[in-house]
Nanobody, 121 residues
Framework: QLKLVESGGGLVRPGGSLRLSCAAS????????IGWFRQAPGKGREEVAC????????TYADSVKGRFTISKDITKNTMSLQMINLRPEDTAVYYC??????????????WGEGALVTVSS
């Protein structure tokens, strides 16, 4: 069965840190573009970070640059999003995703089930 299973998420205070992880089964992350996306209440889904398999580049949304880091472990077939200095506006459901070609908030081959991150004092 081809799937992505997320872990992590939860409640954190402003300025705090959190790590999201995502384990793939049935396919290899190393052969795909991988990304993290988020959807805040009342807003559309946006791309947070992406490692492109086509260009071998890593990109971040301007709002998270310098605070979030995307990574992958090909030996474990997992991907992660390390988040530091979290802000209330980072509150959202976060999704991991993978695609044979490129990252797109509208269309990825595989999606995780989503993990809620709440940043609040």
């Amino acid at each position: 069965q081809l799937k992505l299973v997320e872990s992590g998420g939860g409640l954190v205070r402003p300025g705090g840190s959190l790590r999201l992880s995502c384990a793939a089964s049935g396919f290899l992350l190393d052969y795909n573009s991988i990304g993290w996306f988020r959807q805040a209440p009342g807003k559309g889904r946006e791309e947070v970070a992406c490692i492109s398999s086509l260009s071998a580049s890593t990109t971040y949304a301007d709002s998270v640059k310098g605070r979030f880091t995307i990574s992958k472990d090909i030996t474990k077939n997992t991907m992660s999003l390390q988040m530091i200095n979290l802000r209330p506006e980072d509150t959202a459901v976060y999704y991991c995703a993978a695609d044979q070609n490129y990252c797109s908030a509208a269309d990825m081959d595989y999606w995780g089930e989503g993990a809620l991150v709440t940043v609040s004092s």
